[in-house]
């Protein structure tokens, strides 16, 4: 069974593209099913660009290797893939309004799979501000990635 997944944040250099490499790093677990993981931007802005280097680092000291360049949503991604996941709820409006109504059963706000999340409004967006905020992108990530693929498993 084979099941694709993308991850969408504003930029595509900071939650998205770590979203892709903690679920691949969790999922490479799983042997009855093969994940195919990308991530794109809802904006262009950082288009060809590696991931932000504060998010690498981060990511490099748990294990994470983030190796994806930046680049925009596109029509075919709606189509293409399985499940859509959003990192906050501007992403999730912007995904739901640059798509048709067939491909919203496929739109997901990251947090939706996890049950008491103080965080009902997706990963806050750490491009901004200091050290800790991405840290927090990276916990997140890792709890509600392991909560994403226990949904793929039951909805199969
Ligand atoms: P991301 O973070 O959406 O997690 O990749 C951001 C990256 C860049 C900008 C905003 C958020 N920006 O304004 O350029």
């Not at 677990?29 to 288009?47: L, P, Q, R, Y």
Request: glycine share 6%.
């Amino acid at each position: 069974m084979k099941k694709k997944i993308l991850f969408v944040c504003l930029g595509n250099i900071c939650r998205s593209p770590a979203a892709e490499a903690v679920f691949k790093s969790i999922a490479d677990k799983e042997k009855d099913i093969t994940f195919i993981v990308d991530s794109a931007g809802t904006s262009g802005w950082h288009e060809g660009e590696p991931a932000d280097s504060r998010m690498k680092q981060h990511a490099k000291k748990r294990g994470y290797n983030i190796t994806s360049l930046s680049r925009p949503v596109i029509a075919d991604d709606f189509k293409r893939f399985d499940y859509i996941v959003a990192m906050d709820l501007l992403n999730y409006t912007d995904l739901k309004k640059m798509s048709s109504k067939e491909y919203h059963h496929k739109i997901y706000l990251i947090t939706d799979f996890t049950k008491n999340s103080n965080y009902k409004e997706g990963v806050p967006d750490p491009y901004y501000g200091g050290a800790d905020g991405f840290e927090k992108v990276l916990d997140l990530l890792e709890v509600n990635t392991v909560k994403l693929i226990q949904f793929i498993k039951e909805e199969r």
